[in-house]
């Protein structure tokens, strides 16, 4: 991506925002600022910006004249459209995943996840978090929200940036919060109800540090809401306390602590401690719990006044507003480096003779790992199901390529074509399983760039629906026929591999009195 001329000392950032032309949002009106790093190093040397807005009818062919361009070495992305918004969103980090470049902020796994979904990981992370119900059209406010305490808050199911809310979003009674509701409902379809915590909020901002490895929690802060006031609905975020939002710091050591800790576990367990995300708590005032009302992921930096919560935190925060734009630079372009060294060295490619198979895009060592198969997702069917409820055509892939995991569980092909690995046989492959078993995948030889990669089918396809087949591989090697019994039957081939081959077929031979 870099281009000749570049300056090896200077740092090509190009900004993303999310453009508001032809937009409906609603906010609109109001969040009209220009959001920049710049706005905190423009007197750094080091670093060149330049801005561009993103549509999102064009988000995927601006990204990509952009990353083609080769002008820039990372993107700021401060794009943060909702899905039921028309902005810019989630199809900017599709498209920059896609293109493989370095940039800042949120993966697209953890872009926007739902309140309910931040909710579930929270249980499992040990969070706190209030007392809550969806509420859906057809629902019945009073008994899907019988369990809940008033007063209450009705927020949207999913947006931020407090749209939606409105002072009387707070409820007390039942007919409030059934008025409440409708409003909701009648502009978003669902709506989520909660207990109100009357307590203090503490804003936590974390991001993940350089090595990617660790998580870096800043100074805990305090919102001092205006008199009158206890939450932020919209009128107040965006009109009444922008501008002039006051904080403080967190001066309970305590409570500060618990803050941070819970802020960098939530950032951990909800946003997969990729970019950053400011966590909002509420600490009960009766019994100082502290709750997670939410996470936001890409939340608001470096606005030009630098009252933003996040700017409030950084100006606290002996980072400083400047260093956390250059650790947030340095962190993206460091992750893009370790994401790029865990990608495959391989490409699909066809031949008239030899179909789709598998090729190595540059020269690959022995010993070197080649595919990342641990802890990833496997299409799994049961031999019964498949026999009993797919058809014919299906059945003979299944015969051919299916893998056994045991006698009834098989590994078959994903539903999505682009993560499909036809692997071709070898009699002596240049590919071969890790040590005890292991999924991760391995170069056996030297392999040149170009080279057409290979497995023994013995190591993992053999089983009883395996279907013999007459090899053409070539090697000095060959078995010219291939068959399910090969590893029982062979002991040169148990003597090569050893362990590097599925535990389903070391341990059924193994059993059968093959092995020792």
Not at 259 to 287: N, Q
Not at 317 to 346: E, F, M, W, Y
Request: net charge negative; proline share 4%; glycine share 6%.
């Amino acid at each position: 991506m870099s281009s000749s001329t570049k300056d090896s000392d200077c740092i090509r950032v190009c900004v993303l925002s999310s453009s508001y032309e032809g937009s409906q949002a609603l906010t609109k009106d109001w969040d009209n600022y220009v959001c920049t790093p710049a706005n905190v190093l423009n007197q750094d040397p080091r670093y060149e910006f330049t801005n561009a807005l993103i549509l999102k009818a064009t988000a995927y062919s601006q990204i990509r004249a952009l990353v083609n361009s080769g002008k820039f070495d990372v993107f700021f992305n401060m794009c943060d459209g909702a899905k039921d918004e028309d902005r810019a969103g989630i199809t900017v980090v599709q498209a920059l995943e896609e293109f493989g470049v370095a940039f800042t902020g949120s993966d697209s796994l953890h872009y926007e996840p739902s309140k309910l979904d931040m909710k579930m990981l929270a249980f499992y992370a040990g969070i706190k978090v209030p007392p809550f119900a969806r509420v859906s059209i057809r629902d019945d406010v009073t008994q899907v929200c019988g369990h809940l305490n008033f007063p209450v808050i009705v927020k949207h199911i999913s947006g931020y940036g407090s749209v939606g809310m409105r002072k009387e979003s707070k409820c007390d009674n039942i007919k409030e919060l059934r008025d409440e509701v409708k409003r909701f409902i009648d502009m978003f379809g669902d709506a989520l109800v909660e207990e109100f915590i009357e307590g203090v909020e503490i804003n936590v901002l974390a991001m993940e540090e350089l090595d990617g490895n660790s998580i870096r929690v800043l100074q805990p802060i305090q919102i001092v809401f205006p008199p009158g006031e206890s939450f932020k609905h919209f009128d107040l975020k965006w009109i009444g306390m922008h501008n002039h939002q006051v904080s403080v710091i967190v001066d309970d050591p305590t409570l500060s602590k618990t803050c941070a800790r819970i802020g960098l576990t939530a950032f951990e367990r909800i946003l997969g401690g990729v970019g950053y995300g400011r966590s909002d708590f509420r600490v009960c005032a009766k019994t100082g719990e502290v709750y997670l009302l939410e996470i936001n992921p890409n939340c608001g930096l470096f606005y030009p006044n630098r009252d933003g919560t996040a700017d409030l935190i950084m100006d606290v925060d002996p980072i400083t507003p400047a260093g956390v734009a250059r650790h947030l630079i340095q962190a993206a372009l460091n992750r893009n480096k370790r994401l790029a060294a865990k990608v495959a060295p391989s490409k699909v490619t066809f031949h008239p003779s030899k179909g789709y198979h598998v090729c190595a895009t540059r020269d690959i060592s022995a010993g070197d790992l080649v595919f990342r198969d641990e802890s990833s997702s496997f299409t799994l069917v049961t031999k019964s199901y498949a026999q009993t409820h797919w058809n014919d055509v299906d059945k003979l892939a299944f015969a051919q390529y299916a893998w056994p995991l045991s006698n009834e569980a098989f590994v078959t092909w994903n539903p999505d074509p682009k993560s499909w690995r036809p692997i071709n046989h070898s009699c002596s492959p240049n590919l071969w399983f890790g040590e005890n078993h292991s999924f991760n995948v391995y170069a056996r030889t030297n392999i040149k760039e170009g080279e057409q990669l290979t497995m023994d089918y013995a190591t993992f396809c053999s089983g009883p629906l395996m279907h013999a087949f007459e090899c053409e591989c070539e090697a000095s090697s060959c078995r010219k026929k291939i068959t399910p019994l090969d590893y029982s039957e062979r002991s040169e081939l148990r003597q090569v591999y050893g362990t590097r081959v599925t535990d389903y077929i070391y341990s059924k031979f193994k059993k059968s009195g093959e092995l020792s």
